[in-house]
Structure formats: C-alpha cells, structure tokens
C-alpha cells in the first residue's frame, strides 16, 4: 500500500507534468508560427513585386487594411459580418485593452479578447489560483493551482492565440502603480469584486481618460456598463458616496452560481419618473455571462462598432434568465472626479486613501472584524478543550440553513442569524436541556458559544444576545475556517 507522503508526491509530479506538458505545447505552436513568418518573410523578400504574395502579407497590393493571409482566416468569421468586416477587425488588431482581475468575470473576458484578436493584451492580478476557482474562473486548470493567476491566464491566452501581445502584471492595482500601467491601454475591464477598487479603476480612468467596461456577478444576478465613455457618467457620478460596508458582499462570503453583489444606490432611472431604490444589491450574476458581455462591449468600444452600453446598464437574472437594459443618469456636473469643477489630478488620485473612504479592505482576502470585547471570545483551540473536557454547554451556528447543510460541527444548534430574535425561546429551552442532562443544580447553567463560517456574523450574533441578558455568551474567533486551520485538518472548508 503507498503511503500518504507517496501519493501526495506522485500527486505533485502529476500535475508538474500536465503543466510542463501544456507549456511545451504553447511554445511548440508558437515556434510554428514563428518559423512560418520568418520563412515567409524571407520569400517575399526573393520574390519580385510580381509574384503571388505570401500568406503574412495583403491578399493583393490594392489591399489597404493591413490583415495577412493567416489573419484572415483566423478572423474570417468576424471579416463576413457586414457590420464589422475588415474595418473592424483591423480596429482590434490595433488596439490595446487592460483588464483588471482574472477571476470570474475576467476568466471569460480574457479568453474571447484573447481569441477576437486584440492586439495587445494586458492582465493584472496579485491572487494565486486555488481549488475553489476553478467552478467559475474557467480560465485556470489544476496544473496552475498554488500558481500566479496572471501566469495561468496569459499562458492560457498564448495557447488561444499565440500571434496577440499579453502583458503581464503579477502584482495589485494600487494607486502607486495604476496611472503607469493603464496609460499604456486604449480601453480598461473592471473585473474585480470590491468597492474601493471600483473607485480607484474608475477614478484612474477618468484621470488618463480611459472608457471603463464594468461588470459585476455574484450569486445569481449580474451588471455591465460603460463608464467615462461618449460624454456618459462615471461611477462616481452615480455613487458619489460608497455603500455601507456591511453592504458590500464577495464572491467568498455570498457564492457565486458558477457563472456573485454590488450596492447600487438611487442613481438609476428605469423610466422618467422611476428609480431603484437604495440598497438594490447586484449579485455579480453568473461570471461567465456577464465576463463574456465585457469581452463584447470592450469589442465594440475598440472596433468602433455598434452601440456600446454607455449611459446604460444591463442586468442579468440568471433564475428568471431575463435581461433588462435601464437608462442610467447623465454624466453629473458636480462628479468630484469628472465634473465641471473637478480637480482630481493625478497627484490627488495617488494620494487618495480608498480603504478610507469606503470603510473596505482593498484586499481580495475575507474581512476580520473585531465588534466585542476580547473577553467575549473564545479561540478554536480552547472551544476544542472544553468540549474534550466535557464542559456543560451548548454550540449555536449562526450561518445560513444553506451553509449549515455543507457541514457543521457536531451536536451544534443552527439559529441563522437573521431569525435569532424569534429563536431566542429555543436557544433558553436548548440551554436548560443541557443543564439537566448534566445534571446542574437551579445556580449553575450551561456555557453559551457561538460559531459561524469566518467568525465576523458570530460577533454579531453574541453583542445582540449580551444585549438580550446572555451576558456570558462567547463568540469562537475566527469561526469554522479557524477550526479547520486549528483544530481538525480533515474539517471541510468551502
């Protein structure tokens, strides 16, 4: 029988080897490419003015739009459609797109710019790819887990198209480096999943210039517009203050249906007289949807073509698999980073502090909050003593029903944290259960914890219950992902 360490080697060398494999498989398409323009570049060369040109240069010398014969065919899908054809395509092949994020919405997006023929792509993203991307950020395979997720998309985008420029960023957007590396680009894809970087991309934009695609999917319904293009609004002008933290959901706490939610405040007009309302959330919808509408929209803003969403929105319901398109409020003349009065400079976007003025974390990581007292918390490792010890008490899990069906530890209770109040009864009655089991006289009681998934829902849950008289209730730091860090290996974390 092999032993664990053997298999998790054999595992390793596998996946080395599928990598290695892949990579060998790029370069080797590459170096066929390579190899056929140089030997077709040196026959035209030979070859006088009147001979057949070769398969890299214009069909004949009247042609003026710069595409050889392998372009061609490669893109002749595209060059058939009478509203795109060669004007178009060469418009691609011309320009330059950043996207921002190869997670979910940047996955697809990524992959048909790559394959439309953009000519030089640029991928920004400081993440390595994990197991539980890889349902929705359809761009990584195993081989890259553990890996840089720009490395993985570009190598990826090489193997789609190895003839395209891919640019590669293995680091965060920050406001240090943004204005360098996006003045390099014609046209920007937002594809992150939090507020202070969806200021930070728009407000760079709009500094340099750049139309901004933006998108947004998680759960089950998604967003794409057009931001700083044609005279239309920016993001600011339509959130000129940034949502509530505790409005702003990720991809990591919320879930995202394989194919993500953002605020949207009263900025947007379905009719004249009609408005969404204040904290209508967008659940970045289905990535995969809304990714490959950024790719189409990017496409449109850089072939010159069609009608790009700017001054619109689109919005995606995956249950109901409807689409609505809603007019957005005009550009606002008193946007403080594009309105008339607007002194957002470079220099004042460099030293604007986002996390501040969203109250968000610019990082992709789950946030930690601290809202009891120390002394009201517990770590994993002590719960693990008390219950090992046998210590009267009783275990609440606050998450979702949805969450606790995944996996919960043993004999705990689940009390979702949005019916705590109405379930206050049966947390006292499972109290006074335990004390009887126990066999606790009428002056002892039964300890009172309390868990959730990061540790965050918990410490609500425990200030709400030392507000309602459980005084003694405690809150288990860092919630069941501590608890499989910690404590028990083996415990699923999701």
């Known amino acids: 029988m092999k032993s664990n360490g053997f298999d998790s080697s054999s595992s390793l060398i596998h996946q080395e080897l599928e990598k290695l494999k892949a990579e060998k498989k790029a370069i080797e398409y590459r170096i066929s490419i390579l190899e056929a323009q140089f030997s077709n570049d040196t026959t035209a060369k030979e070859s006088d003015s009147s001979s057949c040109p070769n398969s890299l240069l214009n069909l004949d010398s009247n042609s003026e739009h710069g595409l050889s014969s392998d372009m061609i065919y490669r893109y002749s899908r595209h060059l058939l459609l009478p509203n795109f054809g060669v004007k178009g395509q060469s418009n691609l092949l011309k320009s330059s797109i950043l996207v921002i994020g190869a997670g979910g919405l940047g996955s697809p997006a990524l992959l048909y710019l790559a394959a439309c023929g953009i000519g030089r792509l640029g991928i920004v993203d400081h993440d390595v790819v994990e197991l539980n991307n890889l349902h929705r950020q359809i761009i990584h395979a195993e081989a890259y887990i553990g890996q840089s997720k720009v490395k993985s998309a570009a190598a990826a985008c090489r193997a789609i198209n190895s003839t395209i420029q891919i640019e590669e960023y ?8 943004a204005l360098e590396i996006m003045s390099k680009y014609d046209i920007v894809v937002d594809a992150t999943d939090n507020a202070p970087s969806r200021y930070m991309i728009n407000d760079c934009c709009v500094v340099l210039g750049k139309p901004l695609i933006s998108g947004a999917a998680v759960g089950l319904e998604g967003q794409l517009t057009i931001y700083n293009h044609n005279g239309g609004p920016c993001y600011r002008c339509l959130f000129p203050a940034p949502p509530p933290s505790t409005a702003c959901q ?26 969404i309302s204040s904290s209508f959330y967008f659940v970045y919808g289905v990535p995969g949807v809304i990714g490959c509408l950024q790719a189409l929209e990017a496409l449109k803003v850089a072939s010159d073509v069609g009608e790009p969403l700017s001054g619109r929105m689109l919005l995606f319901d995956a249950l ?34 986002y996390e501040k003025f969203t109250q968000t974390p610019l990082s992709t990581a789950p946030m930690k909050l601290k809202l009891i007292p120390e002394n009201a918390r517990i770590s994993s490792k002590e719960y693990k003593e008390k219950v090992v010890h046998g210590e009267p008490h009783i275990l609440v899990d606050v ?12 004999k705990s209770l689940n009390v979702p944290l949005s019916t705590l ?7 006292v009655s499972a109290l006074k259960d335990e004390r009887e089991r126990k066999g606790l006289d009428s002056s002892s009681s039964a300890s009172l914890y309390v868990v959730c998934r990061r540790g965050n ?11 309602m008289g459980f005084t003694s209730a405690k809150d288990i730091i860092g919630g069941l992902e501590s608890w499989a860090q910690n404590v028990d290996p083996g415990f699923p974390s999701y």
């Open 250 to 275: 990720r991809c990591s706490d919320s879930g995202v249906l394989g194919v993500g939610k953002l605020l949207i405040n009263d900025y947007i007009t379905l009719s004249p007289n009609t408005n």
């Open 170 to 177: 293995k680091e965060a957007f920050r406001t240090s480096n």
């Open 399 to 410: 998450r979702p029903a949805h969450h606790f069906n995944i996996v919960s530890l043993p």
């Open 457 to 467: 829902d918990s410490q609500r849950a425990v200030d709400y219950l030392h507000k």
């Open 421 to 427: 109040e109405a379930k206050l009864p049966a947390i």
């Open 320 to 353: 109901s698999a409807k689409i609505r398109i809603v007019k957005l409020r005009g550009r606002s003349l008193h946007c403080e980073a594009c309105g008339e009065n607007a002194e957002f400079t470079p220099q004042v976007f460099q030293n604007f502090d």
